[in-house]
């Protein structure tokens, strides 16, 4: 079973930033092939790993309900076109391979075609040794419970006091669902001058993470993504990079 990587948090902190340097760090330290999931409907993380998403399961819902309803695929049930419709949709790479979300564009919610990804997810992830999922900010993902257990769930945020306030109501939340975690990192993003805020500490107390790191505010990085470019192309020597790098270290992934 993969070594499983959460990352939650409040829209626009960053969360699919930290998941793509996660993902660049998992290979770079040679645990490869990454499994890279991106569970949040504005799909964006495969820009950020510099490969570029066709097919969602969004998209392979609504197509396999429309083959399912004009009587195709005779002998296979729905569940199984589905299915096949999902591996189908996995985007491949040499270190990593990734499956997105996206949108449903049809009538309906998405609960069957969450609980066919996870049943896709397990079975996938026996042939990775680390899966990185980028959700959607909140819980909802993971509260449909599309991973059995998170190995380590990172809570990103940036340094306002209204993100902090919003860490601590997610954790709140997660532990009301019974959300199974090994491990809480507590990522704050964004940072101006390098220190972290008033309230960190305290947040770590509250929650009882087991690790509190500050991301600074980066030119480099701004600029690669304002030229759409992978965070692959990051300098070697980034401190980006080292950060997540020791983050990982420290979780034990």
């Given at each position: ?47 950020a790993l510099g490969v570029t998403v066709t097919q969602t ?116 939340l997660a532990v009301e669902m019974g959300l199974a975690y ?72």
């Open positions: 079973m993969s070594y499983t990587i959460a990352i939650a948090g409040k829209g626009g902190t960053g969360k699919t930033t930290v998941a793509a340097l996660a993902v660049s760090r998992l290979i770079a330290a040679g645990r490869r092939p990454v499994l890279a999931v991106d569970a949040d409907p504005n799909s964006c993380l495969d820009s399961v969004g998209a392979v819902r609504e197509e396999a309900r429309e083959l399912a309803g004009k009587g195709l695929g005779t002998g296979v049930s729905k569940t199984e076109m589905l299915e096949l419709k999902i591996h189908e949709s996995l985007v491949e790479s040499e270190s990593f391979d990734l499956i997105a979300m996206g949108r449903c564009e049809g009538p309906g919610c998405y609960c069957y075609a969450n609980n066919v990804l996870g049943k896709v997810i397990q079975r996938l992830a026996d042939d990775y040794p680390t899966m990185v999922i980028d959700n959607e900010a909140g819980l909802e993902n993971l509260s449909r419970r599309i991973v059995r257990k998170v190995d380590l769930l990172v809570m990103v945020t940036d340094p306002s006091r209204v993100g902090l306030t919003t860490v601590e109501r997610l954790h709140g090994d491990k809480l990192a507590i990522v704050i993003n964004r940072l101006r001058n390098g220190t972290l805020p008033d309230g960190a500490d305290a947040l770590k107390e509250k929650t009882r993470a087991d690790i509190l790191v500050g991301l600074p505010t980066d030119t480099e990085l701004a600029e690669l993504g304002e030229r759409g470019e992978s965070l692959f192309n990051l300098s070697s020597n980034h401190p980006l990079l080292a950060a997540v790098e020791d983050l990982l270290v420290e979780a034990g992934a």
